[in-house]
């Protein structure tokens, strides 16, 4: 991809002449993540907002960091692999302008520090409470410094039945509730349709029911004891959300981690991006009543995960990304039964894609159903295979290499059709490209350190993780205090900016077509609910 990094200094000097001033923050661009980071007055933080959308920056994330008596803000844009981490500090008044109205991707992320830390943005298109649940009173602020990692728990949690959604009006339309509760062991997320027969109007989502404190619970802990939480941010991501977190920490602390285990990690990420589009190809098939194919997708995963246990000692490789680089090594026979494994996984697949590709009446389920234009997708900023599928073309891996990803080369996979049957065929296409490079990091591979010595970080360091997760971008931030212990982490799955998706993508569908829809997106329901 070619890389056109002249924007940062002409935003910069249209912000100049329009006097908003810029305060540069420690070095930018000091490393191969293109970082700049900016610090703004906090009356300008729509405008700037403004002006990223005109220089076609992508917003990528947003939280806020109480340090002391004051609060920080922050807003992560992107463009061309560059990243621009923008911040601004308020102190007699927790209000600023709000970037939701500018960039939808915003929204939820700015109702979650509004419920959290007690930050108002003015102008918010949405200031309906987000996160806040019955648990916590309505002037409780439980990111704030002063309020308990366990709370003020009630005897009995009042149930959160006012939750003002949108009502439908209109002469034959209806609502249907779905969820919290759902059937099996998908996690709760609840799902409010306005119809009119069959037709889906408006979908609205309700989300975080698995609230686990996050990052609450993060304040405090050593290095490796965040390493451990952040696999546990969302099960099926412990290799993408753990490598996010450690890269940040590595960053602060000056660390680099041994070429042989970024190589690993490499090996471990394709691998978890693998054994996922397998079970989500699967999924979909079931819930358009293809049970053959369901069964084998859902084989080949079971195998893969077998050799998971096998080689690194956990199904979903819980806790094998360590701070400084790698618990477990790759032995010379390990890596010899992945490349058999590969040929055997590359011939069943072409196999079982074929019978997908001749059923018709897959076909007519998954063609031209859930539709998301690339118009909607760049709008929502659509991550992973949701914007892939829709002409969405950003990659870190590629944008923004970082090892092992700048030692070989890779294409990355992108669709025009915005169907269901798009976002299976980036999947499919994204297993071939993950066999491929983990191919060429066995071949790599050479005898030496997995794990480098960890320095202990000056106080107040800080440092940004962004990796290319098996569903899209994940973000990282993370600041230590004074004694190598965690003071503020923030994690960004990609479903935060890809749920909202979902509700786009439903519209003009009839809703027995909205679990496949659903399951084509395949949001983290426990990576959205810190």
Sequence with gaps: MKHDLTWPEELRQQLAADAIYVVVVGDENKDADNIYSWQIADEHWQRIAEYAIEHKLRWSAGWAEQKAVTFWVFALFERQGAYLLVRTLLQQSLELPSQACIYAAANRSERHTQDMFGVKFLGHPDNRRWTRHQAWDKHSYPLRKDFPVNGHPQAITPPDTDYPFIKSHGAGTYEIPVGPVHAGIIEPGHFRFQAVGELILNLE?????????????????????????????????????????????????????????????????????????????????????????????????????????????????????????????????????????????????????????????????????????????????????????????????????????????????????????????????????????????????????????????????????????????????????????????????????????????VLDNIVPDFPVCNKSLNGSYSGNDL
């Design 205 to 505: 989502e309700r989300l975080g029911y698995v609230h686990k404190g996050i990052e609450k619970i993060a304040e405090g802990r050593t290095p490796k004891s965040l390493a451990c939480l952040a696999g546990r941010i969302s099960g099926d991501t412990t290799i993408g959300h753990t490598w996010a977190a450690c890269k940040a920490m590595e960053q602060a602390a000056g660390v680099e981690i041994p070429p042989r285990a970024a190589l690993i990690r490499g090996i471990l990420a394709e691998r978890e991006r693998v054994a996922n589009h397998l079970g989500d190809i699967g999924a979909i098939c079931n819930d358009v009543a293809f049970v053959f194919a369901q069964m084998q997708f859902t084989r080949l995963k079971e195998l893969w995960l077998r050799t998971h246990a096998k080689t690194f000692g956990h199904r979903l490789l819980m806790d094998c990304v360590i701070p400084g680089g790698v618990k477990t090594d790759l032995s010379m026979q390990a890596g010899e039964t992945i490349k058999r494994e590969i040929i055997q996984f590359r011939k069943e697949l072409s196999e079982v894609i074929t019978a997908l590709d001749l059923n018709s009446s897959l076909e007519d389920r998954i063609y031209t159903a859930g539709f998301l234009s690339e118009s909607t997708a760049a709008a929502f900023g659509a991550l992973g295979y949701v914007g892939r599928a829709s002409g969405q073309a950003s990659d870190v891996r590629r944008d923004t290499a970082y090892a092992p990803y700048d030692r070989v080369t890779m294409k990355v996979v992108v669709e025009t059709q915005g169907d269901i049957a798009s976002r299976i065929w980036v999947r499919y296409k994204e297993i071939n490209a993950a066999f491929k490079l983990i191919e060429q990091f066995l071949a790599l591979l050479e005898p030496g350190e997995i794990v480098a010595e960890w320095q202990n970080p000056a106080a107040d360091a800080e440092g940004l993780g962004i990796v290319e997760g098996w569903r899209g971008e994940i973000v990282s931030y993370v600041r230590f205090a004074a004694d190598n212990s965690i003071s503020r982490f923030y994690p960004r799955d990609p479903s935060l900016v890809n749920w909202p998706a979902l509700e786009k993508l």
